[in-house]
């Protein structure tokens, strides 16, 4: 029997739009009304790749089996990791930050800007604003190492450019977009300003355009000076700054300083106008994610719960054979990290996931989990760091939900 269900939080990407219609069929999506591809894909895609059994050792067994063989698998680990999160709740990330506290283990995620932006904020106390608050009072939008018309395709018709709101009552027609990057991207086509620059050099741009705000001449190359110059010119007349930073700024080594100079740009902009930095979340909890660890933690980096300190990267502690089982929870690390280094993690690692992937067919023991946002609830952060609700409206009883199984985990070792 068919059914229609209204206003469901699609859970496609970190934007979380509310506003999404679908038409279920017993346990599958059949259409959807208001996503993007993206949220298209993830609802309508999932049952064409789903694991619907636990293995061990690639045999089918039973879930309580499969919890039993890994909690003992944990528990005899030596220098184990706990990683992922970015696709999970929040109270499965903070699950599993206590399984690695209580092991004593390594905790891991993928790269993402929300983890260097977010230390960066509250040291130098420059903020973001909600969504809604861009969509009602920017009047220049930046965005700066993304292209959103790739990563996150309502952002520009839903939030913060296109709309009309109370203060930018003509939508596009009252708003200025620049759009900063190391290529001529498709969110340039939207942009009264498309700076290209070269790569790595965001942080010597974001001091440069503060440079031109002071009236000082940069030192760039002619024609990136030129364009930050008509730019400036714009900026200066904005009554508030929505600036949108990017995975884009981390290409390099240097991506902390280029965030650094970013806010350090927004700071000072924030002495002339209204001024909000927000990161554009990778996945659909990355913000959730590394808000929880810092939270925990007061660091985003990778954590060793053993010496309580910050680590290397999974692929460094990978490399150098420093860790021998990795749990990646819900997050497809052997397909994330450099090929090296997951060559020698093959036979180290278990999985939590909802799809079946190339840590999942590597895996020694692999748990199938509820689809979240389609088939479990629970509590997930927006790319703005609003926390939303999501709610399941297909039934599966055929599997745990990943709070179940990290919770019993939890419980055993």
Sequence with gaps: MKMMVENVVCAGCSLLCDDVDVEVEGSSIIKTWGTCSHGDARLRGLQLNRLDKALVNG???????????????????KRPLIYGGE??????VELALRIAEKLGAYYDAPSSICRVLIPLQE?????????????????????????????????????????????????RE????????????MSMRIAQHGVVIDLCSDAEVARAIADLIDGRAP????????QLAFLVSDVKRASFVAMFVGSGVLRCGKGEEGVKAILKLAEKLGARCKCSVHPMAENVNSYGQARAVWRALKACSPYDFKEKRPAEPIHALASREAVDFVLAVNSDVLAQIPLEASKKLRGKVAC?????????????VAIPVKVLGVEAGGTVTRTDGVDVELRPFVVNREVLSEEEVLSRLLALI
Excluded at 59 to 77: F, G, P, T
Excluded at 87 to 92: E, K
Aim: one cysteine or more.
């Design 59 to 77: 045999d089918r067994v039973d879930v309580d089996k499969a919890i039993d063989e890994l909690a003992e698998m944990l528990k005899s680990a």
């Design 87 to 92: 696709c999970s709740s929040n109270a499965a």
């Design 123 to 171: 040291e130098l106390g420059v903020r973001g604003s909600r969504l809604e608050e861009v969509l009602d009072e920017a009047d220049f939008v930046i965005y700066w190492g993304v292209s959103v018309a790739d990563t996150h395709l309502r952002h520009a018709s839903r939030y913060a450019v296109m709309p009309r709101g109370s203060v930018a009552k003509m939508g």
């Design 174 to 185: 009252s708003r200025i977009v620049a759009s900063i990057d190391v290529r001529e991207s």
């Design 219 to 226: 030192s760039l190359r002619a024609d990136v000076a030129r």
């Design 352 to 364: 939590t996931t909802e799809l079946k992937s190339v840590t999942q067919a590597h895996s020694r």
